[in-house]
């Protein structure tokens, strides 16, 4: 006969299997009477899972409750969840990356080797958006640990022009823009908030000592880092529209907006390429002005002669 604890996860995986069970065929599976079988699901119950009584046939379901209690899963329900879940965190649905790498990184922490290595053959299938940053899972993985265990990381980092440099830091939270995963951290050398991209990050495990969370001095520090920092230019400039109005374009993971005025806005982004700023906010459809930085007006003045050259000759 098994053991109370043991037995109880057994009846808790029989009854997770989509059927309905009468307490004599669970008592067969179990090895007990049917006094004990009516027992052990009142444990199950006190311990959150919702049994019912299922009329008629003197047996049992698990239901539904108002709280999801702990789930059993066989080796492929674990795996298949872990490929999902990868999936997830490179932004195929908006809006639940970053709790698909914790609820990743809680599976991941638990699971046995030979899953893992199921799971690395798996990953040969490319789930990554197109034209979105590739991320490596391990990398992934790594950093969400770090920060949910609140130990110090360090890791190579490769900035945008290039440089190679070695970052000691306190991880505050991981943040996804749909294309690029970022990581927000308290940078030890530099002794100020830093964000860093995870495709440039090469993590050096082991990780470093805990450390007690600091507390970020402004709530929109870590917006306003993924909307402008990481990039190779960062600009600013003078819009005539209500803040109100852009934030219906402009997400803070992409854009900082500052009110100057009812119809005026201070937009503060970031990007890689001097006409791809040019493009994004022009295409907003409303006036602008550049404010910084100096060599977006030279862009700006290039792109309209090679504009105003492409029109038809009059005649």
Do not use: C
Request: glycine fraction near 6%; avoid cysteine; hydrophobic fraction near 40%.
């Amino acid at each position: 006969m098994l053991e109370t604890s043991a037995r109880l996860l057994k009846l808790l995986s029989l009854l997770q299997l989509p059927r309905e069970w009468s307490g004599a065929a669970l008592a067969i599976e179990l090895g007990v009477d049917v006094r004990t079988v009516r027992r052990d699901v009142d444990k199950l119950r006190n311990l959150g899972y919702p049994v019912d009584a299922v009329p008629g046939v003197a047996g049992y379901r698990l239901g539904s409750g108002t709280a999801l209690p702990p789930l059993l899963l066989d080796d492929d329900e674990a795996v298949a969840v872990a490929i999902g879940l990868r999936a997830a965190a490179t932004g195929n649905v908006a809006g639940i990356e970053e709790s698909s790498v914790r609820a990743l990184t809680k599976l991941e922490q638990v699971l046995p080797s030979r899953l893992r290595h199921r799971i690395s053959l798996l990953q040969s299938v490319d789930v990554t958006p197109s034209g979105a940053a590739v991320v490596q899972p391990d990398v992934l993985l790594a950093v969400a640990a770090a920060s949910r265990d609140r130990q110090r990381l360090r890791f190579d980092y490769r900035s945008h022009d290039g440089t190679s440099s070695v970052r000691t830091t306190e991880p505050h939270r991981l943040l996804h823009t749909g294309r690029r995963w970022y990581l927000v951290a308290w940078d030890v050398e530099r002794e100020d908030w830093r964000t860093f991209r995870l495709d440039r990050m090469e993590p050096r495990i082991p990780t470093g000592p805990r450390f007690a969370p600091r507390e970020v001095p402004d709530p929109d520090l870590t917006a306003r880092g993924v909307a402008s920092g990481g990039y190779r230019y960062q600009a600013r400039f003078r819009v005539d529209a209500p803040a109100e109005q852009l934030a219906d374009r402009l997400s803070p993971s992409v854009a900082t907006l500052t009110p100057l005025a009812a119809d005026t806005t201070q937009v503060d982004t970031g990007a890689n390429s001097l006409t791809e700023l040019i493009l994004y906010i022009g295409l907003l459809g409303y006036p602008f002005e550049v404010e910084s930085p100096p060599e977006l007006v030279t862009e700006i003045q290039t792109l309209t002669a090679r504009l105003t050259a492409a029109l038809p000759s009059g005649g």
